[in-house]
């Protein structure tokens, strides 16, 4: 039972004294005391009521009788404190003896009052109370503060991107967040307390020798693409900053240090690099290919005419066949050049990897026994469509497949995975060959860059795939181990709607793989009595004389002019006296395309044929192409597939 009702104590900012103590007159005399000296006193003559006052009100100061009759002063003692952490409490006693005074000291007590408490001491010992009492409370509310911050720095920090971590000017690390443990495969808690140089192992810079030269520098300094070697062993390329940390409670200098993993941006360097070259070499093949192929047309054609002229020794036809088979092969090289510069099109549509996989393999099955190649094909029934050329993909797919088939001259294991991951499409071609030198696989996707051999490839295989990959908005991976194999990975985003199909495109004869091509059907000879009345027109003068003399050899009638605005006078005359028109597209004057656009105003169904040595030849460049037949061939055209491409346009003519 309380001697004075709680409610009754005025003055906000009063301070607050509960009075535990079961004599009475004792009771009133400290409560008169106190609240004369100004203080707000609450009195209580058991611990059972103390307890419950203090349930209900927060006080400053307790005084607590030691020996009450239902709880022992020193154990109210540790039960108003475990209520109040900030309550400051003195203990009144009439057994002032060193034992229980140094008990209740050590139960949290700032004090002892011995019976008879002197007036002036108690008024005394209260002030003091309370001014602990409001200095503990700041210091709660200050710690408070400084938790909530901490909580909340490190809930920042182990956002972070960056790898963060602060240690002593030796060196010994205090702070390592969770990006920090993620980078080095080491545990927030495992790190904390060790030297940075065992957490943070470089291969070409000691931390603890660049603190050391750091020395008293109070400049922050970077150190960029260092390689870090994590706790497994992998090696990470990082960028660091150092940043020293003044004062401290002993005013020791500390360290801060964050530390990024670059990987994606040196890939993406990288990846930049290699667009760059890309269109380097597309540059370069748009530039040269016309200059290339107008000579290799000039010595296949010659060649092609000594070699079906009158008797040859066996040496003389040799050396013929090797000419052509050489031209043939810089016109497939130029050709190839012209796939990585603009890559074989097709209409952009929704397909599926299954189908073109399968499509793709047909072509590709007949040459696994010869080889000893076992296939194995793993392809997922969810996966979704995607939005590309099926000519494109299909020439993606093979290339790989002619590269993991070429890994594996003694035979092997080719797996075929295809699956989706996330939003996206994974192909997988992994083959048990002979694997890619650590040295050479940074190049592999350069053009003209090979490992085969003289005479065994371009090197432009793997420089188109990366080149129709990247169209695609995809992404090509490379795990390779010298003697175990080799994992090529492409990934590419799955379709998200039916995609607007465009204009059929009028597909380059040079352009199209052989393996992709129907076979020829076997074309008998036609006679044609007056032979076929051809228009001819080239910059080049040999390559008039050349065409001429082939197409006059098979009795058809040719007339040559070097640009095109003759062609066009002479057939503006005759419109009618005409079965054939043949074009170049680099002429003066008047190129191929507007030649054609003007011929098909006058003749709409005359048939045309593009002969151009350009990798860019675009039907589009022609406004008007007309409703008749129409064909573009690139050079150097071989005299059978010239001939045959004629025979076949005077069939539909007739």
């Known amino acids: 039972m309380t001697c004075r009702n709680e409610d009754t104590a005025d003055g906000q900012d009063a301070v607050r004294v509960l009075i535990v103590d079961d004599e009475k007159p004792l009771l009133r005399q400290m409560e008169y005391l106190l609240e004369d000296a100004g203080f707000v006193p609450t009195c209580a003559r058991t611990g059972g009521d103390a307890l419950d006052l203090m349930d209900r009100s927060t006080f400053a100061v307790a005084i607590l009788d030691i020996g009450l009759p239902d709880i022992d002063g020193v154990e109210l003692l540790a039960r108003a404190l475990s209520r109040q952490p900030d309550l400051s409490v003195l203990i009144v006693t009439g057994e002032a003896t060193l034992e229980s005074s140094i008990q209740a000291m050590g139960r949290g007590a700032m004090g002892y009052l011995p019976k008879p408490v002197d007036p002036q001491v108690l008024v005394a010992e209260v002030r003091e109370a309370s001014e602990k009492h409001q200095l503990k409370a700041k210091n709660r509310m200050l710690i408070d503060q400084l938790t909530e911050e901490n909580r909340r720095f490190r809930a920042v920090c182990n956002c972070m991107a960056d790898g963060l971590l602060t240690m002593t000017g030796e060196g010994l690390i205090e702070k390592f967040n969770r990006r920090a443990a993620e980078i080095t495969g080491i545990p927030q808690e495992s790190a904390v307390g060790f030297n940075v140089g065992c957490v943070l192992v470089m291969t070409n810079v000691d931390l603890m020798q660049v603190l050391s030269k750091a020395g008293d520098s109070a ?94 020794s066996p040496v003389a036809a040799k050396a013929f066949d090797k000419i052509l088979r050489a031209v043939s092969r810089c016109g497939t090289i130029v050709h190839s050049l012209s796939q990585a510069a603009t890559p074989l099109t097709g209409a952009v549509r929704l397909i599926f990897v299954k189908d073109v996989l399968e499509k793709t393999l047909d072509l590709f099955r007949h040459e696994l026994p010869v080889k000893r190649i076992r296939l194995s094909v793993e392809i997922s029934e969810a996966l979704p469509p995607l939005c590309a050329s099926e000519n494109e993909m299909q020439q993606i797919f093979l290339n790989l497949l002619m590269n993991a088939r070429d890994a594996m001259p003694d035979g092997g294991d080719l797996t075929i995975r295809a699956t989706t991951t996330g939003n996206d499409i994974t192909i997988e071609f992994t083959d048990t060959g002979v694997g890619i030198p650590l040295q050479f696989r940074d190049r592999i996707f350069d053009s003209f860059f090979t490992t085969k051999g003289p005479n065994k490839g371009t090197g432009l295989g793997l420089y188109i795939v990366y080149a129709l990959v990247c169209k695609y908005s995809g992404e ?10 080799t994992t090529m990975s492409i990934r590419f985003p799955a379709a998200t709607a039916t995609p607007k199909v465009g204009a059929a495109v009028v597909f380059r004869d040079s352009q199209v793989p052989e393996a992709a091509m129907p076979p020829a059907p076997e074309v008998k000879p036609v006679t044609y009595p007056n032979g076929v009345k051809i228009l001819l027109a080239d910059d080049e003068n040999e390559i008039v004389t050349i065409v001429t003399r082939i197409l006059k050899r098979e009795g058809h009638l040719v007339t040559g002019f070097l640009s095109g605005k003759e062609v066009l006078e002479v057939f503006q005359k005759d419109p009618d006296g005409y079965d054939l028109v043949l074009l170049d597209v680099s002429m003066p004057e008047m190129d191929g395309w507007e030649t054609m656009t003007r011929i098909r105003r006058i003749n709409p169904t005359i048939p045309v044929v593009i002969i151009t040595g350009f990798l860019d030849a675009d039907p589009s460049k022609a406004n008007e192409l007309g409703n008749g037949p129409f064909q573009i061939l690139t050079k150097p055209v071989e005299a059978e597939r010239l001939l045959r491409v004629v025979d076949e346009i005077s069939r539909h003519r007739q």
């Open 476 to 485: 090509i991976h490379v795990k390779s181990e010298v003697g175990e194999g």
């Open 219 to 312: 400049s922050p300094f970077r150190l960029r693409d260092q390689t870090l070697v994590t706790r497994q062993g992998r090696e990470v390329p990082i960028d660091l900053a150092l940043a020293p940390i003044e004062g401290g409670e002993k005013g020791e200098r500390g360290w801060v240090m964050s530390f990024r993993d670059i990987t994606e941006e040196k890939e993406l360097q990288a990846q930049l690099v290699m667009a760059g070259r890309m269109a380097a070499i597309g540059t370069l093949a748009a530039g040269v290919a016309h200059e290339i192929n107008n000579p290799l047309q000039i010595i296949q054609g010659w060649a092609s005419i000594l070699n079906d002229t009158g008797e040859k």
